[in-house]
């Protein structure tokens, strides 16, 4: 690894030891992960090292701070070399007015009842990387979460953020795309440079959601108002006649959710899971094209069930992707699985989706070792069935071998 990721290294090494020793104020709970990668289209190594650390406080009877501390040293392309900062920290209130719960400060709302790409998931966004090895955490945003039980079964949950959390691109990233994407339709002579001004959101964020359980299953019905946290292209012009300026945006929209879950009927122990959102997305032109129009629907709907071999499947349909938009969402199946082996300390899982428009599929194939009770290595293998113009395509760039050690202290 390079040699100036040692700083950083031996900072987050530190902050482990520092979080170890009794006497701390805060309790606190420490992952430490480290995750190697040699990725098919770029033909190198990649390094992260990453320190998670938990942290609960009580305040008064009543009143906790919680969060989460983010240390992170990485080699990856366009990424921070060094990443330091809290993720979450809030204080939160339980029943500090009867049948009322508060959080408040940098948080994480997750909506929706799906294992992965629920629509219904909207307040925080992802780092933007396209992989089946792992989810990448949500990044708080600063915002207030209430939850009022109006009963043992009923609760009504509402969400204020002042100001909207995007993807965090990184410009460079960004650049690249455009300079790709754009470049050769400017004329005069060649772009070697690009120039980025974003548009920020103006409104604040916010989010209802009512929720009952019944005998057998959860629901929830949600109405999310917010924006898109990727950017979109507002405006191009060349400048000089060398610099390509252009400016960025994030259209509104509106989430009409339903959400459920429960037991999958005539299967005992199978558990059903749904989210349906109805967006209604701002208007959106950029040259001509047509980006964001007419509402549109998104659905994942799934199951899981172990079965007395210790298989462990879930699977379900997915009518649109994260990445799909308006009429260029389309049809999915998805497959994880996981086999428990008894008397031994691997596992062997894999993880899949096939599109049904054009056949295309992106596989994961893993390994888990439980090395001791608190740690655990993973190798794995992804790679894509298709062309890189197809609908996984871009999980192209993802392809490789993974590595991951995880040490939970």
Not at 212 to 231: E, K, L, N, T
Not at 272 to 295: C, K, V
Not at 374 to 391: D, H, N, R
Request: negative net charge.
């Amino acid at each position: 690894m390079n040699s100036k990721y040692y700083p950083g290294i031996l900072f987050l090494l530190s902050i482990m030891i520092l979080c170890t020793l009794p006497g701390l104020a805060f309790d606190t709970s420490q992952t430490l992960e480290y995750e190697g990668s040699y990725l098919l289209s770029q033909q190198r190594m990649n390094h992260t090292l990453t320190l998670n650390i938990d942290y609960f406080q009580e305040i008064s009877d009543d009143i906790f701070l919680e969060g989460n501390l983010l240390v992170r040293t990485n080699n990856k392309e366009y990424a921070r070399p060094f990443m330091l900062g809290p993720n979450e920290i809030y204080l939160s209130g339980y029943n500090v007015i009867d049948n009322l719960d508060l959080k408040a400060g940098k948080i994480i709302t997750r909506w929706g009842a799906a294992d992965l790409f629920s629509p219904l998931d909207n307040f925080n966004p992802m780092p933007p990387e396209a992989s089946l090895t792992k989810q990448p955490d949500k990044l708080g945003a600063l915002g207030i979460s209430a939850t009022y039980y109006l009963d043992y079964s009923t609760y009504l949950q509402g969400v204020l953020l002042p100001k909207l959390k995007v993807t965090p691109y990184p410009d460079e990233y960004l650049k690249d795309s455009y300079l790709a994407n754009y470049g050769a339709t400017l004329q005069g002579p060649g772009v070697d440079n690009v120039v980025l001004t974003y548009q920020e959101a103006e409104n604040m964020v916010w989010g209802l959601r009512l929720t009952h359980s019944f005998p057998s299953f959860d629901a929830a019905i949600s109405y999310y108002r917010g924006y898109y946290m990727d950017p979109f292209p507002v405006s191009l012009s060349a400048s000089s006649g060398v610099n390509m300026e252009i400016t960025l945006g994030y259209p509104a929209k509106q989430v009409l959710g339903l959400e459920f879950q429960g037991e999958f009927p005539g299967i005992e122990g199978a558990t059903l899971r749904g989210d349906l959102a109805y967006i209604i997305p701002q208007s959106w032109e950029f040259q001509g094209d047509t980006m964001l129009e007419e509402p549109y629907l998104q659905a994942v709907i799934g199951a899981d069930y172990t079965t007395d071999s210790n298989l462990y499947l879930n699977g379900g349909f997915i009518y649109g992707l994260p990445f799909e938009r308006g009429n260029k969402s389309s049809p999915y199946i998805y497959l994880n699985a996981k086999q428990e082996i008894d008397d031994s300390d691997f596992t062997p899982s894999y993880a899949g989706i096939l599109s049904l428009s054009d056949m295309s599929m992106v596989n994961n194939i893993g390994l888990d070792y439980q090395l001791t009770e608190s740690v655990t290595a993973t190798m794995s293998y992804s790679f894509l069935l298709g062309e890189e113009q197809s609908k996984l395509g871009q999980f192209k760039r993802s392809q490789g071998l993974y590595f991951t050690l995880e040490w939970l202290f």
